[in-house]
């Protein structure tokens, strides 16, 4: 039996303890945001927030977060996440959208971490996540924009 | 038929709430928000005619016969209605329509289906009309219960308004009434130039549910006691299961059953993590008899052996063979190797079917042609086609790949399900690995070029022969080989182009841009190193024999002057330029790139010039072209799928069919031509012209022709 919580809510799973995070959330939680891209942390589509940092959540053994703090795009929230959504929002980044929960996870967390990153700064944190609609010319944008409109 | 010639017909749109048909009782765990993006209308939504529905609240929701897979129908469908309705963009809302050959067919194709670029071509005019048609009905209702002559009623933004009486109403309070009109047979269409919509840089319809994980994909249906089933599949196309042993895998906790099916053996489980573990405990012997067992490298090498051998004409014009005789020419006689591609869009394929009371079963997946996988799941669960509806769902990409004659991925997924006692709904999904080793592959092709220059440095003979598969499976010339090549632009009087086709067991596909991706690459890269033979700049040449080509010229002029073209580059750069018109939109990009870390082409920066006649939204356009540059130049610089020793393949995962990231990615400026002519598409145009563009930069940076891709290979070698 694990214990953790999920988006602030504690919840246990006693089921195969080498089941990843990724299938905990979506099949036994039905928290459908985090996505399945490849299962082996290549693709950053299922990437989480755990205890506070991201984390791909197809790699993780469920039986590794006793006690941790899971966040998904669901439960995301804050000043960052606020400002980030809004850029995502304001520069339609999305094409077909299926990897963007898994990059605003990881943008996220960059602003939380780097509130004024640098291109190298976004590359260094997003470079983990796919989109193969290629959105990357207006993630990049709007992750500039969102550490701009969090500033003063 | 063209595109241009395509007029709606009033059978096709001009439908009462009588002829909206088909449309899927969901059940009631499925019944909210499939797509992410709302219908409104709460309670009920009175339809116009087949693809608008008005709600009581005002909302109005375009009904999309177009798969919307992030080229932006939605959003492009919903501007067209909005437009001719008068409606406010607020109120605007979009879903999938049921699937229907006839009314929700593309105009240019005859049957429902999204492909080609050809969802904005297709549906201007039959939109647009649907706007107008409800729009009149609206006012013809306000008109009788106002009392009031219908000419003295205006619209805007959603308000319809009698001046002379100040009254003034939304839609929904006249939309029950308006339904039960007669739609007008003509409804009258603006002039272009009252225009406030088209053209205007609306927001998307589906960038919220997109951006807070509420868009709902095929994936994320979950209605209760789902089984999820995996399905192992061979290392070689084209083998069978010998035999398998299932003992271990029905030992995993959460394992239902194992299964044999045509495709390979289904393994059925209550969760996604059991059906997976169960996969992977399975011992299966393959059958390879039938099997590809040539490596890439063997099949290059018998493809190479055509050039000499007469092929199928595509093109002939004026004398090749005589002009190729003539004294004192230059000559370039080039090769080039192109690998399988997969698709790869984010979502791997999916399906998840649920059996309803009266025993008729609900789809629900990416349908890219939905009436094809109507009939192939009907066919294979032994059900009449009304019994099984395709709910069309938001998909996570495609670039090609749902698109499928025949529906072989629907074969096995209702294969799968068909194997089972249907008590339960059931999800079939592919891992990444069935997805990179699935095959439909933009097939691998050979082009052979040759050129003549003559002394007055004209090019005055091109030959070009291009061998693979058939995507159309063709036994005779397939016009989508040759596309870009026998259509060539530029004004060279002695032109050449034959093709052949190849038979192999790795079954092909169109992957975004069709031929273009291959003879694009072929064509610019070819016609670039002829200029650069003769010391003629690449934009001036091209230029010259682009004189009956405003269109193209048009594009390749302004992405010129948006580099800068001939001005200062940076130290260590270089730049490359190539035009390439597909599904009739023009496009012209250079590009500066330099040596990156890897030994590989760095491309910095691409500028990017796109003529597709009137631009309805110019927002998705240049997404289209941006998403459309990274996903060619990912596939140029990485992509392969290869064949090893003994045909079995080599790439599995991202890890090895790379896809570009942010860090690969250049920055990209978008210029849009204007333009008055008919809309054309946008959602592959953007591909072709980057890889040759870097290529021809690579060139001439390094000295090192592109003969071979993708690039890092030639590279790293």
Redesign the interface.
Known sequence: MVTFTLNGQERTFD??P???LL?VI???E?L?????????A??G?CTVHLDGMPRRACVTPISMIEGSDVV???GISGKEADAI?TA??GL??????????GQ?MSAVALLQMVPKPTDAD??GA???????????????AAIHNAANSMEG | MTLHDITATRRGFLAGSGLVIGVAIAPRILAAAQTGVHAGGDPALAPLNAFVKIGTDDTVTVLSKHIEFGQGPFTGLATLVAEELDADWGQMRAVHSPTDNKVYANLSFGLQGTGGSSSIANAYEQMRKAGATARAMLVAAAAEEWNVPASEITVQKGRIQHAASNRESGFGAFAEKASRRTPPAEPKLKDPKDFVLIGTELPKLDTHGKTNGTAIFTLDITPDNLLIAVVAHPEHFGATVKSFNDAEARKIQGVVDVKQVPQGVAVYADNTFAALKGRDALSIEWNLSQAEIRSSEELAAEYVRHFGEPGLEATNRGNVEEAFKAQGLQMLDVEIVFPFLAHAPMEPLDAVFVKADDGSIDIYNGAQFPGFDQSTAAGILGLDEPKVRVNTQLAGGSFGRKAQFGSPYMQEAAAVYAATDGSRPLKHMWTREDDIRGGYYRPMYAHRMRGAINAEGQITAWEQVIVGQSIMAKADLDPTSVEGASNLPYAIPNLKVTSHNVQLAVPPLWWRSVGHTHTGFAVETFVDELFQKIGRDPVEGRLALLKDEPRHAGVLKKAAEMANWGGQVPEGRSRGVAVVESFNTYVGQVVEVSVGPEGAPRVHKVWCAVDCGVAVNPNVIKAQMEGGIGYGLGAVLFDAVTLGKGGRIVQSNFHDYRSIRINEMPDVAVEIIKSSEKPTGVGEPGVPPVGPAVANAWRRLTGAPVRQLPIVNIVSA
């Not at chain 1, 459908?32 to 082996?40: N, P």
């Open positions: 089921g195969d080498d089941t990843p299938w979506r099949d036994f039905k459908t945001g985090t996505k399945y891209g490849c299962g082996v290549q693709c589509a998904t795009i669901e959504k995502w929002a339609d980044v999305p094409q077909c959208g299926y990897c963007q929960s605003v976004i590359d997003m470079a983990g996540n796919i989109c193969r609609c290629a959105t990357y010319h207006r993630i990049r």
